[in-house]
């Protein structure tokens, strides 16, 4: 199983090894310490349990794990989807990795991919944003009937209030 030492999660997720050491003794981040000399190791499957509970973090994480592909290793999908929103992602580049050698050829295609999902994911959130809006425009429309339905049974009620007064002072004359 795949470990983490304490710099190296540090620097995946851009932050400050002491951090990491906070997060271990809060409890946020299990870890367990081989010796005094060598410090604290995370298991990968401790680090993805704390990345899911981290969105601030997990995005970070699946940035810095896609474009290093940990060295070189095959990178977990569950890992390398965090923060980017799609599983797809990681079987990608888990596919790359297992298949090839080549790392200038695995990082340009990773990246490649990655911006191709990217631009879909783009293209598909403008789509339902539009849908929102024309939702929403509906609903304004909705709104402003019902606002002009309300006004008009205001001024029914005003002038039903003044006919009162009338026929109430008419009475009263009588």
């Given at each position: ?6 710099n ?6 851009h ?37 899911k509970?981290s ?17 070189g290793?095959?990178v977990?999908?569950?890992l ?22 080549n790392?200038?050829e ?8 990655f ?5 879909n994911?783009?293209t ?12 929403v ?17 205001e001024?029914k ?12 002072k ?5």
């Amino acid at each position: 199983m795949k470990t983490y030492t304490v710099n190296d999660i540090a620097e995946l997720l851009h932050t400050n090894p002491e951090t990491v050491r906070r997060w271990i003794r809060e409890k946020k981040l299990k870890a367990t310490k081989s010796s005094n000399k060598e410090g604290n190791e995370i298991a990968e499957s401790d680090f993805e349990k704390f990345l899911k509970a981290s969105p601030k973090y997990a995005s970070v994480a699946g940035i810095s794990l896609i474009s290093a592909g940990i060295g070189g290793g095959v990178v977990s999908p569950a890992l390398s989807a965090i923060g980017i929103g799609t599983v797809v992602v990681g079987e990608i580049i888990n596919d790359v990795l297992k298949n090839n050698d080549n790392t200038s050829e695995i990082q340009r295609y990773d990246i490649q991919d990655f911006i191709d999902i990217f631009k879909n994911h783009l293209t598909s959130n403008t789509v339902k944003i539009k849908a929102k809006k024309e939702e929403v425009e509906k609903k304004r429309e909705e709104i402003a009937n019902l606002q002009a339905d309300i006004d008009k049974l205001e001024k029914k009620n005003k002038a039903l209030k003044s006919t009162l007064k009338i026929l109430l002072k008419e009475t009263k004359e009588k």
